[in-house]
């Protein structure tokens, strides 16, 4: 299948003064999946979804399964839901370690080969997860674990000083001085009714820009941290800390179980006869799904809200924190470059800074 989507958002800063006056994206396009599959088996669907979602697949997988039961009236047995949250949690543990170590650190040797353990441990805990035997994912996450200590990362989640790792969560920051938090919302399992309601009735023009009461709450690592414990920064410093935290939080939990890791890992709603949703909370927040099917089985009607449309929205978290930055040399805008990164889209982004009279 060769669809073709952009798949970057466009963000552009206007710099008023040196200061970040106002702040434009231009969002991805995303695949309507009403009408590429209006018709179709709902079953034929699973195995296309990883290659029109490259990342967070199983997340997509899980979400869709888990919301087409809902619609057919089913309900999942306690283990099978139990397999599905283990394999979300070690797909979200995988792409928080790609995200943080692949691409972005400049390694010594030892650090070099500590990534490549780490990588080729969590590849054991990928795609279908769910049936990878209980020794052999201890086996990876315990050479994951390894992997983080040796890269200066403790059990308790704290960094070792004077690690890589260390000093660039120090640089992250930069010379900006960040705002100070305001009163923050945050995206929870307590909203996915409304969510996936209004996702069913509107499809992509609720989507596209989706809202909460006229809010645009935040999703995602540094939120989930956020509603655990007090924070004082929302900085790329502190947003990269909350996700070296989880990598070690999901280790622990992988490794031992017991409860799910966060509120609703994976939750499944029925909206009425042949309608369906469910929600997972995956790697960069909270995804939804909602599918309607005819008295066969075959879609009607299938959307999905990701986590990047939230945070990325022209309203939204990320706008919020860099509006009135102080932004005028190449370090302040360095630094701007990274907090983008630190929330972590799903697709690429590209990032200009203007001047406003230039407009």
């Not at 231009?26 to 669907?45: C, D, E, N, V, Y």
């Not at 190449?330 to 972590?344: M, W």
Request: charged share 20%.
């Amino acid at each position: 299948m060769s669809l073709p989507f952009r798949n970057e958002i466009d963000i552009t800063v206007w710099l008023s003064a040196g200061t970040i006056a106002d702040v434009a994206i231009q969002p991805r396009s995303r695949p309507p999946l009403t009408r590429l599959f209006a018709g179709k088996q709902a079953s034929s669907l699973l195995p296309v979804l990883p290659r029109l979602f490259s990342l967070c697949s199983v997340a997509h997988q899980v979400a869709f399964l888990s919301a087409v039961e809902a619609a057919q009236g089913q309900e999942a047995t306690q283990a099978t839901v139990r397999r599905r949250v283990m394999a979300v949690v070690a797909e979200r543990l995988t792409e928080l370690l790609r995200g943080l170590f692949v691409g972005r650190l400049a390694l010594d040797g030892a650090s070099a080969a500590a990534v490549r353990a780490m990588v080729q441990a969590s590849t054991v805990l990928g795609g279908a997860s769910d049936a990878v035997p209980e020794g052999l994912r201890r086996e990876a996450v315990a050479q994951i674990k390894a992997a983080l200590r040796a890269l200066g990362i403790a059990e308790d989640q704290a960094l070792a000083p004077g690690s890589a790792l260390a000093a660039y969560v120090a640089r992250c920051d930069g010379e900006v001085s960040w705002q100070p938090l305001d009163a923050q919302s945050f995206l929870t399992a307590v909203d996915d009714l409304d969510i996936v309601t209004r996702l069913l009735a509107d499809g992509a023009a609720y989507s596209d820009a989706p809202e909460l009461c006229g809010k645009i709450p935040e999703t995602g690592v540094w939120a989930r941290r956020a509603q655990r414990e007090p924070v004082s920064s929302a900085g790329p410093a502190a947003r990269l800390k909350a996700r070296i935290a989880e990598a070690a939080r999901l280790c622990a939990w992988l490794d031992d179980g017991g409860e799910d890791p966060d509120d609703g890992v994976v939750a499944s709603y029925r909206l009425g006869a042949g309608k369906g949703a469910a929600a997972v909370e995956c790697a960069r927040g909270r995804l939804h799904h909602a599918v309607a099917l005819d008295d066969e089985d075959r879609i009607v009607s299938f959307e999905f809200l990701a986590p990047t449309e939230w945070n990325f929205h022209a309203r939204g978290p990320l706008v919020r924190s860099l509006k009135g930055l102080l932004a005028a040399g190449r370090q302040e805008q360095d630094a701007v470059r990274t907090l983008v990164g630190s929330f972590d889209p799903c697709v690429g982004f590209s990032l200009s800074f203007r001047e406003a009279g230039h407009a």
